[in-house]
């Protein structure tokens, strides 16, 4: 290992190093490897690390997405992964929160309390028993003071759940 080091810094290293870098082969090599998980999660670590560091980086980068989000390219892209966001069962679930905070709710809750609470219910509607379409429902409903916690929440299929209304 020291003799390795010590080659590297003599000027045959050196050109060895350089020639290296420039060969087809390398950049298969890397081609490949930053196609593996564990390659991306240490790359998104080391921008990171990088940014941490450099703020006013990050200050010009965030200036630059503002900016790119404007485009039609930019709002198109960025609708797009809104969608997809919305559409997962964390994004279905802030949704829910926030439209709930819109109204006037107090009190919250994380998705881990709401499965730990499908859990405990197994993942059924708590009326008819029902798998299918689970939605959130308030025990006691936001219009007639009811809260956003969690222990005011219960899991009901979508028809008990319309059904129930603001009973």
């Not at 350089?18 to 991306?40: C, F, G, S, V």
């Not at 200036?63 to 966001?85: D, P, S």
Request: proline share 4%; aromatic share 6%; charged share 40%.
């Amino acid at each position: 290992m020291i003799v390795e080091k010590k080659y590297k810094k003599t000027e045959k290293g050196k050109a060895a190093e350089i020639r290296w870098r420039k060969n087809p082969a390398k950049k298969e090599i890397d081609k490949r490897y930053m196609q593996k998980p564990e390659a991306k999660a240490k790359s998104v670590i080391r921008a990171n690390r990088y940014l941490a560091n450099h703020p006013h980086i990050r200050e010009r980068r965030r200036e630059l997405n503002r900016i790119w989000g404007k485009t039609e390219h930019g709002r198109t892209v960025k609708n797009a992964a809104q969608k997809r966001y919305r559409e997962t069962d964390y994004g279905k679930l802030m949704r829910k929160k926030i439209k709930m905070q819109r109204r006037g709710a107090t009190g919250s809750f994380t998705p881990e309390e709401w499965n730990m609470k499908l859990k405990t219910c197994g993942s059924r509607c708590v009326f008819c028993g029902s798998l299918e379409r689970i939605e959130i429902d308030h025990i006691v409903p936001i219009s007639k003071g009811g809260t956003n916690d969690i222990e005011n929440l219960q899991p009901l299929c979508r028809r008990c759940n319309s059904s129930k209304g603001n009973r």
